[in-house]
């Protein structure tokens, strides 16, 4: 029996099993696929908006101007890669200059601060390889960059060295309240929970049906992009966009938290929530878009693509609210939903509160991570002394990222360790270099089969069906 079950485990669930975890409770959060980030908080653009984007009075607005405030802070104490490198939206005539007056004068009243439109001179100054065509732009400070999955991973080690629970492959199927308490099926079994949190993604709105809310539809709508090689990841130090049309943000291109370069996302509405596959009509869309704002861009240099889905809500807002007494809804939280999740966390906490929840703050709450330092991290003492106790250290197996056995070792036996090819890849990088795991992922399986005690063929990339090898060939 919990006080509260958080369903989902995204960058939103996140967020809020760790300010759950600040509270005397006894927290569960039930995830139905096998990993932490696994949905839209694994492929988004890791951008922290300023928040001048969303119209004025939206949950949107506010959320994301609140959340943007909290990101250095948080992930300052979380140790997770963040940068306030700030955002520019290129106009390229007096039309969309025009807009840019339009989103400056919004951002205002939402609250952004360090907002400034710039002159053709002063952009080139600051980011030499924007195009030429380029008339201004509008210039905001507090944007950054953050790396989602790294952040939603360090959220829910935080909650769990802090009591919350985790239970993974296990896809809640039905709710049902009696008495006052909730009856969560999963593919894993029954939770009794007091209070619930959906913060299922794309999925939102069918939790939101069991709990018996006022209906509402999530409409998933994918985004392609493309990743460029370390060597490009200089060519802009800031994210770029183009000015917005109805359709959209359009293509930006940003440098990552790692050092890489992205381009992306389009939007495409598509049937299955699931469907994360890249097609060429769209990769072709993403790279003729980043073309229009900059230049020198060398597209051999582009490593891999991949896709996240949007949990695009049918309100046009983020849905944060009480669909019945003791459950609250976290959903329909697309983009600024990233930057906005600290900020929901703390609305979602106020609504449980609300009611009845009693928030009883801990006295013994502990900040810190489970997964140890990565070898690449250690000094040359930690990394002598890491070898001395374990051989393993010693034995690099992801060349472009330098990624030791010791360190994979670790990463599969901590508690929430990974499971899968991918959660290796979330917790380290081994795979992320710019052979994208050519030469360590067959190691990698390797010692995942050896660690987790089952045959290789059993192996997953990332989610159930996600089979890498189909058996002996000798
Ligand atoms: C292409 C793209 C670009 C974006 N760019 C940005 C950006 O730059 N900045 C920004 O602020 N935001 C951005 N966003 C939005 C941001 O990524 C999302 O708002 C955020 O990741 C949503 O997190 P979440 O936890 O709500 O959902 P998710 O990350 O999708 O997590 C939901 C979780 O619920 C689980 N789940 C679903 N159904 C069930 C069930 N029945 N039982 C149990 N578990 C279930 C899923 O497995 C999943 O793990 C972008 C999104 C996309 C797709």
Redesign the pocket.
């Known amino acids: 029996m919990y006080d509260v079950a958080v ?8 967020c809020i099993v760790r300010e759950l975890s600040k509270y005397d409770l006894k927290i569960i959060v ?4 096998y990993d ?14 300023a928040g001048y984007d969303a119209k004025e009075g939206t949950l949107k607005a506010k959320l ?1 101007v609140l959340g943007n405030r909290m990101y250095e802070d948080l992930c300052r104490e979380l140790n997770v890669p963040y940068k306030n490198n700030g955002s520019l939206v290129i106009a390229f005539n007096d039309e969309e200059m025009k807009t840019l007056e339009l989103l400056l004068n919004r951002g205002l009243k939402n609250g952004v601060e360090g907002l400034e439109i710039i002159d053709k001179n002063t952009l080139l100054n600051l980011e030499p390889n924007i195009s030429d065509r380029a008339k201004g732009a509008l210039y905001a400070k507090s944007a950054g960059i953050v790396s ?1 999955y790294e952040l ?1 991973l360090s959220l829910c080690e935080s909650a769990y060295l802090n009591g919350a629970e985790f239970i993974f492959d ?4 039905n709710i049902i309240k009696e008495k006052g308490k909730f009856t969560i099926s ?1 593919s894993k079994g029954q939770i009794i929970s007091n209070f619930v949190v959906n ?6 709105d ?2 939101n049906k069991m709990l018996g809310g006022e209906k509402f539809s999530i409409i998933p ?3 392609e ?1 493309c990743l460029l090689d370390k060597s490009q990841g200089n060519i802009v130090n800031r994210i770029i966009f183009n000015t917005p049309t109805e359709k959209g943000k359009g293509i930006l291109v940003s440098p990552t938290t790692h050092g890489n370069l992205l381009l ?2 389009n ?1 495409h509405v598509i049937e299955d929530k699931l469907d994360v596959s890249t097609t060429g009509f769209g990769l072709e869309e993403v790279i003729e878009g980043a073309k229009k704002n900059i230049k020198n861009v060398n597209l051999r240099e582009i490593i891999t693509s991949f ?5 695009t809500p049918s309100t046009g807002d983020f849905i944060i609210d009480v669909p019945t007494r003791g459950a609250v809804n ?1 959903a329909g ?9 600290p900020a929901i966390a703390i609305m979602v906490l106020e609504l449980l509160h609300k009611e009845g929840l009693t928030l009883n703050f801990k006295s013994d709450f502990k900040n810190g991570r489970i997964l140890p330092k990565r070898f690449i991290d250690m000094n040359d003492e930690e990394k002598k002394a890491a070898i001395e106790k374990d051989k393993r250290y010693g034995k690099i197996i992801c060349r472009c990222e330098q990624i030791t056995e010791g360190d994979i070792v670790n990463a599969i036996n901590c508690p929430l360790g990974a499971k899968t090819v991918d959660g290796v890849k979330k917790r380290l990088r081994a795979g992320m270099g710019r052979c994208q795991g050519g030469f360590c992922m067959p190691r990698v399986v390797e010692i995942l089969s050896r660690e987790l005690k089952t045959e290789p063929e059993n192996i997953l990339k990332a989610d159930s069906g996600s089979y890498i090898l189909t058996g002996k060939t000798k």
């Open positions: 369903i989902g485990a995204g960058i939103t669930g996140a039930i995830e139905g696929s932490i980030a696994n949905g839209a908080t694994k492929a988004n653009s890791g951008i922290v908006h994301n989602p939603a296990a896809k809640v199927t999963t913060a299922a993604g794309v999925n939102a069918e939790i709508r994918r985004g992009y992306g996302p939007a896709s996240g889905v949007r949990a976290a939280i697309e983009s600024p939903g990233l930057t906005s999740a």
